[in-house]
């Protein structure tokens, strides 16, 4: 498995395929989108309460539209690491390297269009 340094960050031809694993991943970035989900968890938790609860269905699909919002920041920054780390190793290494990413990338965008 060849590595390289980059900016402080491992680098490794695995980056996002094969072995599946991110790296490249800034902590503070990681750190951030975590709090990130730990916060959903917490509005999808009252989102829950709130029906239980019967409270106006205006109120509730207002924060399934908040819950919504945060779960595509949290996606956007995946992408930009993913696009900036992984998709930029694998188009850098041209072939076939970089037709399967091509692909990976036109299946992710059709996938979040929906």
Known sequence: MAKAKKAGLIITEECCSGGRKAVGVDPKIREANLTRLRRIEGQIRGIHKMVEDDRYCTDIITQVSAAQQ???????????NHLSHCAADAVRAGGETAEAMYDELLDLMYKNVR
């Open 70 to 80: 945060a779960l595509r920041a949290v996606g956007r920054e995946l992408m930009r």
